[in-house]
């Protein structure tokens, strides 16, 4: 009689035990990994792959950007941003081994170019800009609003529009990707935009509007650019880029990688 009364509580202490294991067990695995730019409930190690910062605007996504170039260098942790502030915050957070960027992108983080891109053998490309009528017809550019992609941060991106256009007066109008630059010409939000002569034939294939097309072929700008800041992944990340197959490197604008 007694052992039948005393079975129920014996048997809740032991589900209440069960149970209590189970939460754990599912907290646990539930923790998030060790993050480069955050706080982190795991004790996991860091990989020891050299790690690679990605900053480059190009035809493709990316989130795609990064899965490829994940599966095409291997030996590398590679994190694709796409918007600078998020760039800005981890290189401040955790400064990576090297950088892949175009040429100014280094120049502006004190990083020098390890391996140039080329692109029919030419480390350099032109800008062209495209408005809509005759807006840019005259020399007086003050109070002009022009679009650009934002590919160094609000002060450098605004030199380098108007290094590209040759005025000071002129004010830039930043997007985050290359296919918001058309919608501010058809939103009538900027004057004009600037982009790579590359990108031009898609633009105006896709675009209804009247434009006017004119290539400011006195600056050249240089193609993407692999920095390495730590000397002792240097050899391995050389190495990783330039087995890079002709379509990934496609992906990032250029046709080969060489050391300058």
């Not at 160094?152 to 918001?180: I, N, P, Y």
């Amino acid at each position: 009689m007694n052992a039948r009364r005393d079975s129920k509580p014996r048997r809740q202490a032991t589900l209440g035990a069960l149970a209590a294991l189970a939460l754990a067990f599912f907290v646990s695995a539930r923790s998030p990994a060790l993050s480069p730019f955050g706080a982190a409930a795991s004790a996991a190690p860091e990989s020891a792959a050299p790690v690679v910062y990605v900053y480059l605007h190009t035809e493709t996504k990316f989130a795609e950007l990064e899965q490829v170039l994940r599966r095409k260098l291997p030996a590398l942790e590679i994190i694709v941003f796409g918007r600078f502030r998020d760039f800005e915050e981890a290189m401040a957070a955790r400064p990576p081994d090297a950088l892949l960027g175009v040429n100014a992108l280094l120049v502006s983080q004190n990083v020098r170019p390890t391996l140039q891109g080329f692109r029919a053998n030419a480390d350099w490309e032109t800008y062209s800009l495209l408005s809509v009528g005759d807006t840019f017809e005259g020399p007086d550019l003050g109070g002009k609003a022009v679009g650009v992609v934002d590919l160094l941060g609000r002060a450098a991106t605004q030199e380098f529009v108007s290094k590209l256009l040759g005025s000071d007066e002129v004010k830039v109008k930043r997007v985050t990707k290359r296919e918001d630059l058309l919608p501010l010409l058809q939103l009538a939000l900027a004057d004009g935009i600037v982009t790579p002569t590359a990108t031009v034939r898609d633009i105006t294939e896709r675009s209804r509007l009247p434009l006017r097309v004119r290539e400011l072929s006195a600056v050249h700008v240089k193609l993407a650019s692999v920095g390495v800041r730590t000397t002792a992944a240097r050899a391995l990340i050389v190495s990783q880029f330039r087995a890079l197959d002709a379509t990934t490197n496609w992906m990032l604008g250029v046709d080969a990688w060489r050391i300058p």
